[in-house]
């Protein structure tokens, strides 16, 4: 598991467990549309009411206490943690804005965390592109993970979340010679009629029963 994913399974599992509502934001969420842009920070907004919560929770991980903060870019109330060595930037979601150049004045995010749908989130997840007659390139890092090479057999499966693709097991099947047919009919039978009609069958076959191997019913079986 990379830094930035043991980073993000760290600071979403501490929210939750706060029961603090976030919101994903930054580089982070391009990332879980397909962005491929580099991931420097993980991004949160979260109420800033909860900012001192979290700083207490996380106090041996907290780089800068939350405070407001203002400049040619943004306006906002933000704090910042580390772990392992990746920032971790929570902003308070109340009135949190940035600097739009054109105009020169500061535009106020409207960030309801309470109204937004959940994104599930990976670092392992990549974007690629489905090119003609549905064809899709597979990352190379995925593939050397689970051995898939040029005329690999995959399963597409339809799930509730959406396309599953998993390599295909190939089993060796079995192709029974008449023979092998024939001893799996005298074999089964559990009985002395069911054994005449086995007998019966495998002639039919053009064998004769006695020159098959197999195992025969008990003699005081009906």
């Not at 041996?60 to 870019?73: G, I, K, T």
């Not at 599953?164 to 009629?193: D, G």
């Amino acid at each position: 598991m990379s830094r930035e994913a043991r980073a993000l399974r760290w600071i979403v599992g501490l929210l939750e467990e706060l029961e603090v509502p976030f919101q994903v934001v930054g580089g982070l969420a391009a990332g879980a549309y397909g962005a491929t842009r580099p991931l420097v920070d993980l991004d949160f907004y979260v109420p800033t009411r909860c900012l001192p919560i979290v700083a207490g929770a996380a106090d041996s991980r907290l780089v800068r206490a939350p405070e407001h903060h203002r400049d040619e870019n943004w306006d906002i109330t933000f704090m910042a943690l580390e772990h392992e060595g990746q920032r971790i930037e929570l902003g308070g979601a109340d009135g949190a804005g940035w600097l739009r150049t054109a105009t020169l004045r500061h535009i106020f995010c409207i960030s309801d965390i309470q109204r937004f749908c959940p994104v599930r989130l990976s670092m392992t997840e990549r974007s690629t592109k489905v090119g003609k007659r549905g064809t899709v390139v597979i990352p190379a890092i995925t593939r050397r993970r689970y051995g898939i090479e040029e005329g690999s057999l995959l399963i597409v499966a339809e799930r509730a979340e959406g396309i599953l693709l998993q390599p295909a097991e190939l089993v060796p099947a079995e192709i029974y010679s008449p023979e092998r047919i024939a001893e799996f009919l005298l074999s089964n039978a559990v009985s002395a009629s069911d054994y005449e009609a086995a007998r019966d069958e495998v002639r039919r076959m053009g064998l004769e029963p006695d020159d098959i191997e197999h195992v025969r019913p008990p003699e005081d079986s009906a």
